[in-house]
């Protein structure tokens, strides 16, 4: 499958719990991006990274949340001590280049906390 | 704030009638507009995007329709079918970066 692969694609955490979110881009792509959804609402823009580099976080949140895109492996979006607000599919997508390039999309993680 | 708004909420057309959703921006330094399709449990799937130097951009049954002056741009689905039912989102992208600013989506039924 050479599309965007998030993992797992359910998940379920307990307020307080950490959350970790994995994505590997599609094949060649080297530019990463996490967005939010809402049921009934569209996608938010959470963080933009390249390989080892942060290049945009301006829509995640100051606490708690953090991303990173290695040299190796995987992108992981970090949710810590999750709060039931939290609750939402989160959609990774990646693309060739950064600039006016189609954002190919994984089928997100749904996470649900009780 | 919403960078871009879309109409209407939810959509119903008749088997082989045409489909319109509408979108609008207010930040000029928008330059690459895209347009997705998300079925229930997957993510959005890239259907066409268009720039503003053009007006108009056609991929089968499916045309993008921007008025750069308006700051308006549409999707029309042509000969609309039951397997179009989806939901559809707009989206902007700034020319100084690389996040898409996504409207709140149509839920589009297309009725046999």
């Known amino acids: 499958n050479a599309g965007v692969m998030q993992n797992p694609r359910h998940l379920v955490r307990r307020r307080g719990q950490e959350a970790r979110l994995r994505c590997s881009p599609m094949?060649?792509?080297?530019?990463v991006y996490w967005y939010r959804q809402l049921p009934e609402e569209g996608l938010k823009f959470m963080v933009y990274?390249?390989?080892?580099?942060?290049?945009?976080e301006s829509g995640m949140p100051k606490e708690r949340f953090s991303a990173e895109f290695p040299k190796e492996g995987p992108s992981i979006l970090r949710i810590q001590q999750v709060v039931r607000g939290d609750s939402a599919a989160y959609f990774c997508?990646?693309?060739?280049?950064?600039?006016?390039?189609?954002?190919?999309f994984g089928d997100g993680t749904r996470l649900s906390i009780l | 704030q919403q960078q871009v708004k879309q109409s209407p909420q939810s959509l119903i057309v008749q088997k082989g009638g045409i489909s319109i959703i509408n979108c609008a921006y207010e930040?000029?330094?928008?330059?690459?507009f895209p347009w997705y399709q998300q079925f229930p449990g997957k993510g959005p799937a890239l259907l066409i995007a268009?720039?503003?130097?053009?007006s108009e951009k056609k991929e089968g049954r499916f045309t993008i329709s921007f008025n750069k002056s308006a700051k308006q741009f549409s999707l029309h689905i042509m000969d609309s079918q039951p397997g179009d039912s989806a939901t559809y989102f707009c989206?902007?992208?700034?020319?100084?970066?690389?996040?898409?600013?996504f409207g709140t989506g149509t839920s589009l039924t297309v009725i046999p």
């Open positions: 997508a990646s693309s060739l280049s950064g600039r006016n390039q189609p954002q190919h």
């Open positions: 094949k060649g792509h080297s530019h």
């Open positions: 990274l390249q390989k080892e580099n942060i290049i945009d």
């Open positions: 930040n000029t330094a928008f330059d690459y």
């Open positions: 268009i720039r503003p130097d053009v």
């Open positions: 989206a902007g992208e700034r020319g100084a970066g690389n996040q898409f600013y």
